[in-house]
């Protein structure tokens, strides 16, 4: 039991000089809170230390005793002890507690700091959307752009690039090695507006495969390749998309950045999370104009 102690008390010195280590700096100012916080950090790591000393000795040292139940399983009996009293008491005490925290100390219908910023977020938001109902393209792309630069720019970049190929390039609406991707894996990337998803494997061919992606990602110049007809009846002849059907492959319309924002996207690249929660719909059809704009 001797070593015991003195090992408890090395580990308890260990404990709290890492604690100090680690937070020590915040023990220096005239601040009271931070050394009652010490303090505290004192009295659990020393009860703590000390209790599970006493159980380990407990474990090591005492016999079982008391009147067996009758109940047997393999051979094996249990006692009829009772709960130990300490136990109980935890036991009672985090009970009673959890309803005053909930009902008293901080009450589900209580003030909440969040729930204030949710209810004046919802307010703004709907100010934001019945000021610009109708705002002017212009507006739009002016809109846009101070949205990109603060949501998509740590990805795509201020220049809108993709930062060396970690994101999609934005000034192009799609890159060969994307419709190659897509074609040869399928897509079902935008399950609000479009459902029904692009099954893969719509061309086999490896020549009509890169024959499609070049007239795709070349921005639909020249004559199609007779393989493109896979991809023109969802995605129509010019590209442009059909509604609930397929999306644009031309351009960023309102209608396909709006779907990127809401659902995510996965591609060749990675995945891109939804952004559904950050944006209302005039940031969404201003990113879209923004986004026009640069592709220009």
């Known amino acids: 039991m001797k070593s015991m102690v003195i090992g408890g008390i090395i580990l308890i010195i260990a404990l709290l000089a890492g604690t100090y280590f680690a937070a020590g700096d915040a023990f220096n ?14 009295a659990i790591i020393t009860i703590s230390v000390f209790v599970v000393l006493k159980y ?6 005492d016999t079982a005793s008391g009147e067996l139940a009758e109940e047997k399983w393999d051979g094996i009996g249990e006692f009829k002890n009772s709960v130990p009293t300490g136990w109980a ?6 009970i009673v507690w959890m309803f005053w925290y909930f009902t008293v100390g901080y009450p589900i219908n209580g003030f909440s700091q969040i729930g204030q910023w949710n209810e004046e977020t919802k307010e703004y938001n709907a100010k934001f959307e019945q000021k610009w109902q109708n705002p002017s393209e212009e507006t ?16 795509h970049g201020v220049d809108a ?6 994101a999609h390039n934005l000034t192009k609406r799609i890159s060969k090695e994307q419709v190659v991707y897509t074609i040869k894996n399928g897509a079902n990337n935008f399950k609000t507006a479009y459902p029904a998803g692009m099954p893969p494997m719509m061309l086999t061919e490896d020549a ?7 007239y795709v990602a070349g921005g639909f110049k020249g004559t199609a390749p007779a393989s493109f007809s896979a ?5 129509g002849e010019d590209g442009k998309g059909m509604e609930a059907v397929a999306p644009n492959i031309r351009a960023y319309d309102d209608a396909l950045v709006m779907a990127v924002l ?4 996965k591609g060749a690249i990675g995945s891109m999370p939804s952004f559904s929660e950050r944006l209302n719909e005039t940031q969404e059809k201003a990113l879209a104009s923004y986004l026009r704009s640069i592709g220009e």
């Not at 380990?56 to 040292?61: A, L, P, R």
């Not at 739009?140 to 990805?155: E, I, N, R």
């Open 29 to 42: 100012g005239d601040d009271y809170i931070n050394s009652l916080a010490m303090l505290g950090a004192v």
């Open 56 to 61: 380990v000795n407990q474990m090591k040292n």
């Open 89 to 94: 008491l935890a036991f009672i005490g985090t």
């Open 140 to 155: 739009l792309k002016a809109m846009g752009q101070s949205t990109f630069l603060v949501q998509c720019a740590p990805c």
């Open 161 to 166: 690039e993709g930062i060396g190929g970690k």
């Open 208 to 214: 009509d495969i890169n024959a499609v992606a070049d």
């Open 231 to 235: 991809c023109s009846s969802c995605h």
């Open 262 to 265: 809401k659902d995510g996207k």
